[in-house]
């Protein structure tokens, strides 16, 4: 029978031959819950080179308060198909842009931003900075004149950027109607800002007059047509198969009581409102009366309301938007309304029409990975996983081990040296 | 307020703003007897110093006598031209020397800019019925006035369009009488009057 001294000799000899197997273990098999890379955004582009030297056993973790540049990410997601385990964590900011040129010949570009509410998004182009604006709720809308290059925004130390360098090719705007003042100051006001016009007036029976030939209605010259009056109804079937194809349309004042317009119309029109002008009054849009829209179509927005009922509402149809706008005599504004209301009066018909108006871009957008970045970053290596922090440190370190591998024989050779000491 | 077209005489302190008085009504029986264009079957007379004046984009102002805009006139009248408005002036007188002729000139100079020669083939003269030029009247060669027959209207042009447009030809003698008389006339004298509504309309 062993004493009590030789099992604590023999126990520590073992335990000291145990922590050396393991030590021999590790450095002959790695394990994978021992090996993680980890790196914080500001420091993972300077590691992605070692990374990339790294055994395809060596899990690779970012630690991401933003999301990092798109090559960042088209690198780890290499380094994720060549066999490293790599994974992300973190909160970065949800922020997408898209911009695009607005249908204006001014050349206005609109940016479109969506992110967490009450962030403030601060833009700049290759020559300054555009605008800042606090997005409410999950969206903003920036309407600029200029771009240069593309559009970079920063939100919460996120960068984004979107292109908007597609050259925009206008077609003409057709306006047609009965000779009268509504229809004169829209093609003027539209020639005015820069849209080529053709426009078309009944003044007598088989008696036209207007400048440029309507028909053939297709998007191969026409971004959109606007109908002053029910004299659309001639347009008929051309005009629906026109608004199918991407067409724009604006069904002014009462022109959608025109039959062949109802299918297309965003809703029913209500009786024309009559409010009270004094002659002193100054005169603003819509404050003459207006078509109301009566009843909205089940795919109909409502656009703008004024007192007297829904003024503006506009609908997809096919590949093309419809519009429709109760004012029939929008030109008083122009003439009559207060100062500035010249200019006010242009940029109202001006969106109006860039709302509906086709417009091919000559080189096609397409959004990039810097236009949305988390959502690049999900795409390419998933959805966040949080690591738990011990994991990196599960691997014991060898020198502790070394010392009680060393402590085990000293224990073990003192024993043995002691052995005959009474 | 009315979508109709409405006939607008301007009204001025310094003359005679309303020396054609039968005007309007037989301009405005024209309109309705060749065209759809829903007409007022009334006009209206506008004083430039009111700001109603913009609610009609086109104003005749006539007269004999020296025309000078007050500063609330001319104000009025540039602000009119700036937003697409049409003026059309004729000279009561049909004569280049006379006091109207002289004054009405000067005052739209200062006030727009310099008139010039309109050419004889502008889409006025075949807005709707074709002409090759201003329409000549009996009034022009009738011992009075100048005793010219004038080639040209004279013009103020904005965009390409007519802001200002200036006549020696005295249609205001010319247009002056009841409807009921076109009756005894071969040709309509007052069909060029289509035309300058038409234009003014839709170019």
């Keep these: 029978m062993r004493s009590r001294r030789s099992t604590f000799e023999l126990a520590c000899r073992l335990a000291a031959f145990a922590l050396l197997g393991w030590l021999l273990g590790d450095s002959l098999i790695p394990s994978r819950s021992r090996r993680m890379e980890r790196a914080s955004t500001g420091a993972i582009g300077s590691r992605l080179a070692a990374w990339t030297r790294m055994p395809p056993t060596v899990r690779l973790h970012a630690d991401l308060a933003t999301t990092p540049d798109a090559w960042v990410v088209d690198w780890l997601t290499a380094l994720s198909h060549s066999g490293h385990a790599v994974t992300w964590s973190g909160a970065p900011p949800a922020v997408a842009m898209s911009s695009e040129p607005l249908a204006d010949p001014n050349g206005a570009t609109r940016i479109d931003l969506a992110a967490p509410a009450r962030t403030l998004v601060v833009l700049r182009d290759s020559a300054s900075v555009v605008d800042s604006v606090r997005v409410d709720h999950l969206g903003a809308t920036v309407v600029t004149p200029i771009v240069v290059g593309p559009v970079v925004g920063s939100a919460s130390g996120q960068r984004f950027a979107a292109d908007a360098s597609g050259a925009a090719r206008f077609r003409a705007v057709v306006v047609i109607g009965d000779a009268s003042w509504e229809g004169k100051f829209v093609v003027s006001t539209l020639e005015e800002r820069g849209w080529p016009v053709i426009a078309q007036f009944h003044v007598a029976p088989n008696v036209d007059v207007g400048q440029g030939v309507v028909l053939p209605l297709d998007t191969s010259r026409v971004a959109a047509v606007i109908a002053v009056d029910t004299t659309i109804e001639l347009l008929g079937g051309a005009l629906a198969r026109f608004v199918h194809s991407g067409g724009g349309l604006i069904l002014a004042g009462r022109s959608s009581l025109a039959p062949a317009m109802r299918l297309l119309s965003p809703g029913v029109l209500g009786a024309r409102t009559h409010p009270s002008v004094l002659p002193a009054d100054t005169i603003g849009l819509g404050s003459t009366g207006f078509y109301p829209v009566a009843s909205l179509a089940a795919d109909g927005v409502a656009l703008a309301s004024l007192p007297g009922g829904l003024a503006v509402a506009a609908r997809r149809i096919g590949a093309g938007r419809v519009m429709q706008v109760g004012f029939d005599d929008s030109w008083r504004w122009r003439m009559a309304g207060a100062t500035g209301s010249e200019t006010a009066y242009r940029d109202w018909w001006a969106r109006a029409v860039a709302a509906v108006a086709y417009l091919p871009v000559a080189s096609p957008l397409h959004s990039s990975a810097e236009s949305a970045p988390l959502v690049h970053l999900i795409d390419r290596l998933g959805a966040p996983r949080p690591t738990a922090p011990d994991v990196a440190s599960r691997s014991i370190d060898p020198r502790l081990l070394l010392a009680l591998i060393m402590i085990f024989l000293s224990a073990e050779w003192a024993s043995r040296r002691l052995r005959g000491l009474r | ?203």
């Design chain 2, 1 to 203: 307020m009315t979508s109709e077209f409405v006939f607008a005489t301007a009204q001025y302190e310094s003359g005679d703003w309303d020396s054609a008085p039968l005007l309007p009504a037989n301009i405005i029986d024209t309109i309705a007897r060749y065209t759809e264009i829903p007409v007022a079957p009334t006009g209206v007379v506008v004083s430039l110093s009111d700001d109603r004046m913009l609610r009609y984009p086109l104003l005749y102002l006539t007269g004999h006598l020296p025309v000078r805009f007050s500063d609330a006139e001319r104000r009025n009248v540039r602000r009119f031209v700036d937003r697409g408005g049409m003026l059309f002036v004729d000279d009561h007188n049909h004569d280049i020397d006379g006091t109207f002729h002289k004054t009405a000139t000067e005052e739209i100079a200062r006030t727009i800019a310099p008139l010039a020669e309109l050419p004889n083939d502008h889409a006025l003269y075949s807005a709707f019925f074709k002409f090759d030029g201003p329409p000549t009247t009996s009034h022009e060669l009738n011992g009075w006035g100048d005793n010219l027959v004038h080639k040209h209207l004279l013009a103020v042009q904005r965009a390409g369009r007519i802001a200002v447009l200036f006549s020696n030809k005295d249609y205001s003698s010319e247009w002056n009488y009841h409807p009921e008389s076109k009756r005894f006339l071969t040709v309509d004298n007052t069909r060029f009057a289509v035309n300058l509504v038409v234009y003014a309309l839709t170019a």
